[in-house]
């Protein structure tokens, strides 16, 4: 009999490249073998297959059945073959008509009583498959409004082997899956507004800068002053996803099995613990896996208690912080995924965390403190922008007496911002560097003889001066000024490190 | 009389700056003006001088010229008072040892004088409490009397100067000579609200055995001393010692046992000294409480604005305390947003009206 080929995809980072799944049923001895670089959940297909062939009421072939998957060389793994290999020996053996599969791309994992399980990384696939042409993508059913989101490409949800057989087959139709809708951004984030936070003015203009302008920042404060409740509310100012964003994310979270099955329309929050191993936050592993600054692709990455991670595991974030995305090298493979994050750190100021605070007194000596503050590495520091100080307020401090800004106010005002940014450089302002640096952020006159007294005074190093240049850049844009004028440099120039972090 | 007595005072501090001991005590009954009839010899055989002093003694009175002396004072502004002039502090004619003569620049003030003294290698819990006894006292007009050095002292001169009260400064140097440098300017402060005082003539270097001299005229200047912190073998015992001489209150800040800074002030303690365990309580046992506080509220917030500040900028300092004082807070007391807020705190502080803390908390600085 003839060789029998399903088309199907499978994840490489978070793109899918194209496999072709062939069968071939001949005489001989019974026998079921998969070839192809298959990893072990590729080779428990068989047994999946075979239980969920006979319990979809269908016949599995007592004869000698050989499943190659091509290319050769590329590394399969994962659970999403099970319905391509079941389906192409199904038409190998004459179940299905061998036509029916035709140019369909294919993914999904049986169960044994022939049901179809969601997969990882569906709306990867559902890209890979309109470029490599395939007119209609079936998945189970599970995975489908995720994958919609692509367009251009039907894609059909199957709930079973059965249904699957009987929708290629022509004997039932399927209705296209379309894009779930779901809850508009404002909805998202009314958990977690900025208008709940009580006070805290400072800290809240402060990140409202750093989201216009893309900064990272660090906060630092003693506990209890609101440095986490404040960076929860990060990605609800930044500007709305794009589409395009938006599928990028989705890709990241579904590859990472992560996924909500539907397209995600808000930015990402990952605050992962201290103790995150190197490639838990970067990614990799032997199945390799997005990490967390992946997943927050798009949004913000917070590292709470910041010197309690070890200095190796933060060194991985230079190269993202830097390219925005990650490679992983492995001897298998070489992987890259995408991480554009806005980085917020908090710290306490020292070991015990009190240090600074009016009303309880610290218990570190000066060394421990020096100490700490030394743990984080230098590098990782010129890559934050922003430094702010989150002081312990009374309960009479923190009353205001109007009510707070809710967070689409400034959201809209950092869209706007932004948008100038992406007109005027085509990037956000914390990737502004050297020449263009200089271009971008010229001042003149008395803006200047402020920066040269500043530099004097706050003993601001080389660094530091290009760092105030950005910020009070994104200050200014802030105001929808074309020049950075005096007092936009005079703000920015508060964002500077406390001397107690100078090094 | 009077002007040869003054003249003679004056000889006998310029002789006491060189001889290094105290002359004057010595002399007894002697009236004062007879060193200048006196030989070497004569003097030599009452108070026992080396050959030294003696060579000093005969060179002193060739050049000395009382009209001269006082006219390089004037120069600088200075003023000699010695132990004939009214104006001589009164306590500190009880001393055994008094100085015959303190040059002075600026006013010595009348009333309550409280010394706060300490180690010049101190704590920064030291520094903070020796800067908030002085604003406290200087709040309630007490005077505050140190000894300008580094540490304690000067955190002591900052507190009075900040609680805008007077405050005596002791050298143990010449009158106008600044040591360390580092205090050129808190000087210029002290001498402005109260006095820069010191036995010894213009110019005379800051010798070592200067210093535990000077501490007699602080302990002697004042009815009350408080130790801040003190090392085991410090100065500031030897000025607690001429204290319960002259029959003053000492009193000692407490500190945490083991910390070697502490060990000389925790010892006074035990020996029985006066415990300042709460500022206000201290301030109140010392000076108590008197009707006309709430004049000086007043008037201590009408200097505390600058003139010549943009109205929003004068705005944001009168919302920044002493104390530190976090951007909310400032926010919140000056009614300023957040927006114009920032430009004007970095405005403030590179005119130096301000300064950040280490935990980016705003403090307003004397305005020099």
Same mark, same amino acid.
């Given at each position: 009999?003839?060789?029998?080929?399903?088309?199907?995809?499978?994840?490489?980072?978070?793109?899918?490249?194209?496999?072709?799944?062939?069968?071939?049923?001949?005489?001989?001895?019974?026998?079921?073998?998969?070839?192809?670089?298959?990893?072990?959940?590729?080779?428990?297909?068989?047994?999946?297959?075979?239980?969920?062939?006979? *319990?979809?009421?269908?016949?599995?072939?007592?004869?000698?059945?050989?499943? *190659?998957?091509?290319?050769?060389?590329?590394?399969?793994?994962?659970?999403?073959?099970?319905?391509?290999?079941?389906?192409?020996?199904?038409?190998?053996?004459?179940?299905?008509?061998?036509?029916?599969?035709?140019?369909?791309?294919?993914?999904?994992?049986?169960?044994?009583?022939?049901?179809?399980?969601?997969?990882?990384?569906?709306?990867?696939?559902?890209?890979?498959?309109?470029?490599?042409?395939?007119?209609?993508?079936?998945?189970?059913?599970?995975?489908?409004?995720?994958?919609?989101?692509?367009?251009?490409?039907?894609?059909?949800?199957?709930?079973?082997?059965?249904?699957?057989?009987?929708?290629?087959?022509?004997?039932?139709?399927?209705?296209?899956?379309?894009?779930?809708?779901?809850?508009?951004?404002?909805?998202?984030?009314?958990?977690?507004?900025?208008?709940?936070?009580?006070?805290?003015?400072?800290?809240?203009?402060?990140? !409202?800068?750093?989201?216009?302008?893309?900064?990272?920042?660090?906060?630092?404060?003693?506990?209890?002053?609101?440095?986490?409740?404040?960076?929860?509310?990060?990605?609800?100012?930044?500007?709305?996803?794009?589409?395009?964003?938006?599928?990028?994310?989705?890709?990241?979270?579904?590859?990472?099995?992560?996924?909500?099955?539907?397209?995600?329309?808000?930015?990402?929050?990952?605050?992962?613990?201290?103790?995150?191993?190197?490639?838990?936050?970067?990614?990799?592993?032997? *199945?390799?896996?997005?990490?967390?600054?992946?997943?927050?692709?798009?949004?913000?990455?917070?590292?709470?208690?910041?010197?309690?991670?070890?200095?190796?595991?933060? !060194?991985?974030?230079?190269?993202?912080?830097?390219?925005?995305?990650?490679?992983?090298?492995?001897?298998?493979?070489?992987?890259?995924?995408?991480?554009?994050?806005?980085?917020?750190?908090?710290?306490?100021?020292?070991?015990?965390?009190?240090?600074?605070?009016?009303?309880?007194?610290?218990?570190?000596?000066?060394?421990?403190?020096?100490?700490?503050?030394?743990?984080?590495?230098?590098?990782?520091?010129?890559?934050?922008?922003?430094?702010?100080?989150?002081?312990?307020?009374?309960?009479?401090?923190?009353?205001?007496?109007?009510?707070?800004?809710?967070?689409?106010?400034?959201?809209?005002?950092?869209?706007?911002?932004?948008?100038?940014?992406?007109?005027?450089?085509?990037?956000?302002?914390?990737?502004?560097?050297?020449?263009?640096?200089?271009?971008?952020?010229?001042?003149?006159?008395?803006?200047?003889?402020?920066?040269?007294?500043?530099?004097?005074?706050?003993?601001?190093?080389?660094?530091?001066?290009?760092?105030?240049?950005?910020?009070?850049?994104?200050?200014?844009?802030?105001?929808?000024?074309?020049?950075?004028?005096?007092?936009?440099?005079?703000?920015?120039?508060?964002?500077?490190?406390?001397?107690?972090?100078?090094? | 009389?009077?002007?040869?007595?003054?003249?003679?005072?004056?000889?006998?501090?310029?002789?006491?700056?060189?001889?290094?001991?105290?002359?004057?005590?010595?002399?007894?009954?002697?009236?004062?003006?007879?060193?200048?009839?006196?030989?070497?010899?004569?003097?030599?055989?009452?108070?026992?001088?080396?050959?030294?002093?003696?060579?000093?003694?005969?060179?002193?009175?060739?050049?000395?010229?009382?009209?001269?002396?006082?006219?390089?004072?004037?120069?600088?502004?200075?003023?000699?008072?010695?132990?004939?002039?009214?104006?001589?502090?009164?306590?500190?004619?009880?001393?055994?040892?008094?100085?015959?003569?303190?040059?002075?620049?600026?006013?010595?003030?009348?009333?309550?004088?409280?010394?706060?003294?300490?180690?010049?290698?101190?704590?920064?819990?030291?520094?903070?409490?020796?800067?908030?006894?002085?604003?406290?006292?200087?709040?309630?007009?007490?005077?505050?009397?140190?000894?300008?050095?580094?540490?304690?002292?000067?955190?002591?001169?900052?507190?009075?100067?900040?609680?805008?009260?007077?405050?005596?400064?002791?050298?143990?140097?010449?009158?106008?000579?600044?040591?360390?440098?580092?205090?050129?300017?808190?000087?210029?402060?002290?001498?402005?609200?109260?006095?820069?005082?010191?036995?010894?003539?213009?110019?005379?270097?800051?010798?070592?055995?200067?210093?535990?001299?000077?501490?007699?005229?602080?302990?002697?200047?004042?009815?009350?001393?408080?130790?801040?912190?003190?090392?085991?073998?410090?100065?500031?015992?030897?000025?607690?010692?001429?204290?319960?001489?002259?029959?003053?209150?000492?009193?000692?800040?407490?500190?945490?046992?083991?910390?070697?800074?502490?060990?000389?002030? *925790?010892?006074?303690?035990?020996?029985?000294?006066?415990?300042?365990?709460?500022?206000?309580?201290?301030?109140?046992?010392?000076?108590?409480?008197?009707?006309?506080?709430?004049?000086?509220?007043?008037?201590?917030?009408?200097?505390?604005?600058?003139?010549?500040?943009?109205?929003?900028?004068?705005?944001?300092?009168?919302?920044?305390?002493?104390?530190?004082?976090?951007?909310?807070?400032?926010?919140?007391?000056?009614?300023?947003?957040?927006?114009?807020?920032?430009?004007?705190?970095?405005?403030?502080?590179?005119?130096?009206?301000?300064?950040?803390?280490?935990?980016?908390?705003?403090?307003?600085?004397?305005?020099?």
């Amino acid at each position: 009999m003839a060789v029998c080929r399903a088309r199907s995809l499978t994840l490489a980072g978070i793109d899918a490249l194209p496999v072709e799944v062939e069968v071939d049923v001949s005489a001989g001895l019974p026998g079921f073998s998969i070839v192809g670089l298959p990893d072990t959940a590729v080779q428990e297909a068989r047994e999946r297959v075979k239980v969920a062939i006979s *319990n979809s009421g269908y016949k599995f072939p007592t004869k000698k059945v050989i499943v *190659n998957l091509a290319p050769a060389h590329l590394r399969k793994e994962g659970s999403a073959f099970d319905l391509p290999i079941a389906l192409a020996v199904l038409a190998a053996s004459g179940a299905v008509p061998v036509e029916s599969l035709g140019e369909a791309g294919l993914v999904g994992e049986l169960s044994l009583d022939g049901g179809l399980r969601g997969i990882r990384g569906a709306l990867s696939m559902a890209e890979g498959a309109r470029r490599e042409g395939m007119p209609r993508l079936v998945l189970p059913e599970s995975n489908a409004n995720e994958a919609a989101a692509i367009g251009d490409v039907g894609v059909y949800g199957v709930r079973t082997l059965r249904e699957a057989v009987d929708f290629l087959g022509g004997r039932t139709s399927v209705e296209p899956a379309s894009v779930g809708e779901n809850g508009r951004v404002e909805e998202e984030f009314q958990d977690s507004d900025f208008a709940d936070v009580a006070g805290q003015g400072f800290a809240k203009r402060a990140l !409202e800068v750093a989201a216009a302008g893309g900064h990272n920042v660090l906060m630092s404060g003693p506990p209890g002053s609101g440095k986490t409740m404040l960076a929860r509310r990060m990605p609800g100012i930044l500007p709305p996803l794009t589409t395009q964003e938006s599928i990028e994310v989705t890709k990241v979270h579904s590859a990472a099995g992560e996924g909500r099955g539907t397209l995600i329309r808000t930015r990402p929050f990952r605050a992962p613990h201290h103790t995150i191993s190197t490639s838990g936050l970067a990614g990799g592993g032997s *199945n390799p896996r997005p990490g967390e600054v992946s997943l927050a692709h798009h949004g913000v990455l917070f590292l709470d208690e910041f010197p309690e991670f070890s200095r190796t595991t933060l !060194e991985v974030l230079r190269q993202p912080l830097e390219d925005g995305h990650v490679t992983i090298s492995r001897v298998a493979a070489t992987l890259s995924y995408p991480a554009r994050v806005t980085l917020v750190c908090s710290m306490n100021p020292c070991p015990c965390g009190y240090a600074g605070d009016r009303r309880r007194a610290c218990r570190c000596s000066a060394g421990q403190i020096e100490r700490y503050q030394s743990r984080i590495s230098g590098p990782l520091l010129d890559r934050l922008d922003l430094f702010v100080d989150v002081p312990r307020l009374t309960r009479e401090e923190l009353r205001e007496t109007g009510a707070a800004e809710p967070s689409q106010a400034i959201r809209e005002r950092v869209a706007a911002a932004r948008e100038i940014q992406t007109e005027r450089q085509g990037m956000p302002n914390s990737t502004l560097a050297g020449r263009r640096l200089r271009e971008v952020c010229a001042i003149g006159g008395d803006a200047e003889a402020l920066l040269s007294r500043a530099i004097d005074r706050m003993g601001l190093s080389g660094r530091g001066h290009d760092r105030v240049l950005r910020v009070a850049r994104t200050v200014a844009d802030i105001s929808g000024e074309k020049d950075i004028q005096v007092e936009h440099l005079a703000e920015a120039l508060n964002y500077r490190r406390s001397s107690l972090l100078e090094r | 009389m009077s002007a040869r007595e003054r003249a003679a005072y004056l000889f006998l501090s310029l002789l006491q700056a060189r001889v290094g001991s105290s002359v004057i005590s010595r002399l007894g009954d002697l009236a004062p003006d007879t060193v200048f009839t006196m030989s070497s010899r004569e003097l030599a055989a009452r108070i026992k001088l080396t050959d030294r002093s003696r060579q000093a003694f005969e060179d002193l009175k060739t050049t000395f010229n009382a009209e001269d002396t006082e006219r390089r004072l004037a120069e600088k502004g200075i003023r000699a008072v010695t132990l004939t002039d009214e104006e001589y502090p009164e306590r500190l004619r009880e001393i055994p040892d008094s100085p015959p003569a303190l040059f002075v620049n600026g006013e010595l003030p009348a009333g309550t004088a409280v010394a706060i003294v300490g180690s010049r290698k101190c704590t920064v819990s030291g520094i903070e409490a020796a800067r908030e006894l002085g604003r406290a006292l200087g709040e309630r007009g007490v005077c505050v009397v140190s000894g300008l050095a580094l540490g304690i002292d000067a955190a002591a001169h900052e507190g009075v100067l900040i609680g805008d009260g007077p405050t005596v400064g002791v050298l143990g140097c010449g009158i106008d000579v600044i040591y360390p440098k580092r205090n050129r300017d808190l000087y210029g402060r002290v001498s402005r609200s109260g006095a820069v005082i010191s036995e010894y003539y213009l110019g005379e270097a800051p010798l070592a055995w200067r210093f535990p001299a000077r501490n007699r005229i602080i302990a002697g200047l004042c009815e009350t001393l408080v130790v801040v912190e003190a090392a085991e073998r410090s100065g500031a015992l030897i000025t607690a010692r001429h204290a319960l001489d002259s029959g003053s209150d000492v009193w000692a800040v407490p500190g945490p046992i083991g910390t070697a800074e502490c060990r000389g002030s *925790n010892k006074l303690l035990a020996e029985g000294a006066g415990m300042i365990w709460d500022i206000p309580e201290f301030v109140e046992s010392v000076a108590p409480m008197q009707e006309e506080l709430p004049q000086r509220k007043d008037r201590e917030s009408e200097a505390a604005l600058p003139a010549g500040l943009p109205p929003h900028e004068a705005a944001v300092l009168s919302g920044v305390g002493f104390e530190p004082t976090e951007v909310d807070v400032i926010s919140s007391r000056s009614g300023v947003g957040m927006r114009d807020l920032l430009p004007a705190l970095t405005m403030l502080e590179l005119k130096g009206y301000v300064g950040r803390n280490v935990s980016g908390a705003f403090v307003r600085r004397i305005s020099v």
